[in-house]
């Protein structure tokens, strides 16, 4: 990762936001005190609950005629986490979206994690309690 695309990193502490961060610690030094500065809020993703969701993902594909690959787009698509194409010949289809690091923060991602949970016990394999599946994600992940 070039300097340029560094993130900058910060602390939320009592006293307010403080830099974390090598970038945000130069961009504190070279802001003048009451300044308005934005901070684009995200709370930056957790690997081990990414692995927990691809666990789960893998688990319930399991127990189904799909691939993982394949079940993980039948979720985005049937949790609504999709941008709609129209095709030339005037459908509109579902293009799922993406959930890499870079474009979803962690508030959004475990949003994501309870509503596919809740889809999976719902719509995929129903009798499931959610609380049941992420039990055994987290138990035998």
Not at 105 to 124: A, K, M, P, S
Request: aromatic residues 14%.
């Amino acid at each position: 990762m070039s300097e340029e695309d560094e993130k900058a990193f910060y602390r939320r502490e009592y006293v307010g936001f403080v830099p974390a961060s090598a970038k945000a610690q130069e961009f504190f030094e070279k802001t003048k005190i009451g300044t308005l500065v934005e901070l684009k809020g995200s709370k930056p993703r957790n690997p081990d609950f990414h692995r927990l969701f691809f666990a789960m993902i893998r688990h319930c594909a399991d127990n189904t005629e799909y691939t993982a690959k394949q079940f993980l787009l039948i979720v985005k698509i049937g949790v609504g986490h999709v941008d709609w194409i129209m095709t030339p010949g005037g459908d509109a289809v579902p293009m799922p979206r993406s959930i890499s690091f870079a474009k979803m923060g962690e508030y959004e991602f475990r949003e994501f994690y309870n509503q596919t949970l809740n889809y999976i016990c719902e719509h995929v394999i129903p009798g499931l309690l959610p609380s049941d599946v992420d039990a055994v994600v987290r138990e035998f992940g």
